[in-house]
């Protein structure tokens, strides 16, 4: 490929730049994934496309090359879809209650996959929480589709998936930016579209681009807005949670404008330690599960496959005593 023209297309800014096609755009990052693009020109491609913005055509063409270069899962066997949950930012602020919903999916017997990075650079991470209950990241694709098998609840890293992927979501400690990888992972789905995708972004413009992308693609997922860019809903004020499949948008829950008039009762700090006892306290019946956790646990129930209808999901949800919803 001609980087050099490339590069000049792409970085004329936002204005003058000009789009890929889907095809040179897929043809180009598979180059980027084999490691077949210069150092230089592999950095400025990348700032370029941060600086212009990626399309939707483009990160199509970024993620179907994505996937021909995946280690991919075997869905386990059963009308239920497993979970995917893609967790790549951590928390810093507040308390992150990706694990807990990921025990809680589990206790219904729903296969979960949570794949991201093991450290959380200042973060906590997922993977560092998993640590407290003694669930370790898997160190290859091959062992974490027997740990799904056997346990029903698998982390797996980015590296073990999609070591390409990987390797392009590590140049942010280099360039300083976000590059596009930060918004592929969050759409990478190990079963190669069998999964159901919970998804996220905390920026519109990044919300908009992945419904375009995912409702081209006929993929099943649930939208929502990150809460520190984890997929989890914020615990302090509902989201809306949109459920896509068949390239069809359902809004199951509206997002909430004020705050709930009865905060939950979280942590104080949220360290992976303190995170982990709270869990295990909501699990166990001794404290309170947030209602949008609860509201989102619903919609996991029902967009998976665990229950035909929403309603029906809702009401097992308040019978199992995790809230009205």
Not at 197 to 211: F, G, Q, S
Not at 223 to 242: S, V, W
């Amino acid at each position: 490929m001609n980087y050099a023209h490339i590069i000049r297309e792409l970085g004329r800014g936002s204005e003058g730049a000009r789009d890929l096609p889907l095809d040179e755009a897929q043809q180009l990052y598979g180059a980027m994934l084999d490691g077949g693009v210069p150092e230089l020109e592999l950095g400025a491609i990348a700032i370029a496309l941060r600086v212009k913005g990626e399309t939707a055509n483009e990160m199509i063409g970024f993620l179907a090359a994505s996937y021909d270069r995946l280690h991919p899962l075997h869905r386990p066997p059963g009308r239920i879809r497993p979970i995917v949950i893609p967790s790549y930012n951590g928390a810093r602020k507040g308390v992150n209650l990706t694990p807990l919903l990921a025990l809680l999916l589990r206790r219904f017997g729903v296969p979960v996959v949570i794949h991201g990075l093991i450290e959380g650079f200042g973060r906590v991470s997922t993977a560092q929480i998993f640590r407290e209950f003694g669930l370790l990241p898997s160190t290859n694709h091959l062992q974490a589709q027997q740990v799904l098998d056997e346990n029903g609840l698998v982390y797996i890293p980015l590296s073990a998936i999609s070591p390409g992927l990987s390797v392009q979501l590590a140049l942010r400690s280099r360039l300083g930016l976000r590059t596009s990888a930060h918004s592929l992972v969050k759409m990478l789905d190990p079963f190669k579209g069998e999964g159901l995708l919970l998804t996220a972004a905390t920026h519109p413009d990044y919300l908009n681009t992945m419904r375009q992308v995912l409702s081209a693609l006929g993929v099943h997922a649930l939208l929502l807005r990150g809460t520190e860019g984890e997929p989890f809903a914020n615990p302090k004020r509902r989201p809306r949670i949109e459920h896509m499949y068949d390239g069809v948008i359902d809004i199951l829950f509206e997002a909430e404008h004020d705050s709930l008039k009865r905060l939950p009762t979280l942590p104080e700090t949220c360290d992976a330690k303190t995170t982990a006892d709270w869990i295990r306290r909501v699990l166990a019946g001794e404290s309170a599960l947030p209602p949008p956790i609860a509201n989102q646990l619903a919609c996991c129930l029902y967009a998976s496959g665990y229950t035909d209808d929403f309603n029906q999901a809702k009401a097992i949800i308040a019978v199992e005593g995790y809230g009205l919803v």
